[in-house]
């Protein structure tokens, strides 16, 4: 019942930007915040961003702090990721979730995500 599904991943050269999207189906959007995981081959999982239910709280993991924006948009049941000033090292898999355990304390508890999208390739050359 609950589907999230990712898209606009590519291969982009370092210093470039992407913008990803997840739309969320299945469940009412706008009642649960939404995070963002990536995983690269080889390496654990490991959080990026998320945001609270209604846009007005934002967090992000030190890496992405700079150049990296959440946002969503909840008419369209959707979460975005802009990405900009790209590194070899952002080369990963990019996966939406949607934060079903709010009593958690911080957005980057991945047992709090408890819906999870299948993800969107990015690759990111030097």
């Known amino acids: 019942q609950v589907q999230l599904v990712e898209s606009g991943g590519g291969l982009v050269q370092a210093g470039g930007s992407l913008r990803l999207s997840c739309a969320g189906t299945?469940?009412?959007?706008?009642?649960?915040?939404m995070g963002w995981f990536r995983q690269a081959p080889g390496k654990e999982r490991e959080y990026v961003a998320a945001?609270?239910?209604?846009?007005?709280?934002?967090d992000y993991a030190d890496f992405a702090k700079d150049r990296f924006t959440i946002a969503r948009d909840n008419a369209r049941n959707t979460v975005y990721l802009q990405m900009n000033s790209l590194k070899p090292e952002d080369t990963a898999v990019y996966s939406c979730?949607?934060?079903?355990?709010?009593?958690?304390?911080?957005?980057?508890?991945?047992?709090?995500?408890?819906?999870w999208g299948q993800g969107t390739q990015v690759t990111v050359s030097s």
């Open positions: 299945g469940y009412i959007f706008s009642n649960f915040a």
């Open positions: 979730a949607v934060m079903t355990k709010g009593y958690y304390s911080t957005f980057d508890a991945e047992q709090a995500y408890g819906y």
């Open positions: 945001i609270s239910w209604d846009g007005g709280t934002t």
